[in-house]
């Protein structure tokens, strides 16, 4: 079982900024004395190592207070993340959870859900429930996508035809 706060993935990530890739795990069994980053630690992980492509680990989602859906990383982002593993982290707001992701990663086209089809994760009791918010996280990260591509189509049609 591995137990890790904030602060400490802080201090993983201020010792290696040029890392790229980054798994530490796929499934945490959470009791009284686990800690799990939140959205605040990957905020700073994202920060201290912008050139990260490749993420596995399991983050608490419903601590998000302080954290603006509109703008979650305060303008940073990383634009290079192409896979992001989160195993069993926990989920209640899959709105929120997908804005937030969508807002730190714009180009990540999904949550890697395969944790869940395998042990321990394809037994446990909250594997429906858990399971039907991360695939509405990718549903909706799917659609920021497709938007965000339109969004670029259309200004560059603009472009070309000299709308004002």
Known sequence: MISMSDEALCQLAKAWPK??????????IINGSTQVPTFHGLINLLWCCPALTSLALVIDTTESKGIDPKCPGSGRCNKRLQFLALGNSRITAPVNVALIISGLFPYLKEVDLACWRTPPMDTTAQRKSDMSRWATVNTLLHGFSVARERRVESWSDCLSIGCS
Do not use: E, G, T, Y
């Not at 890392?19 to 945490?28: D, E, G, R, Y």
């Open 19 to 28: 890392l790229q890739a980054l798994k530490i795990s796929s499934c945490v």
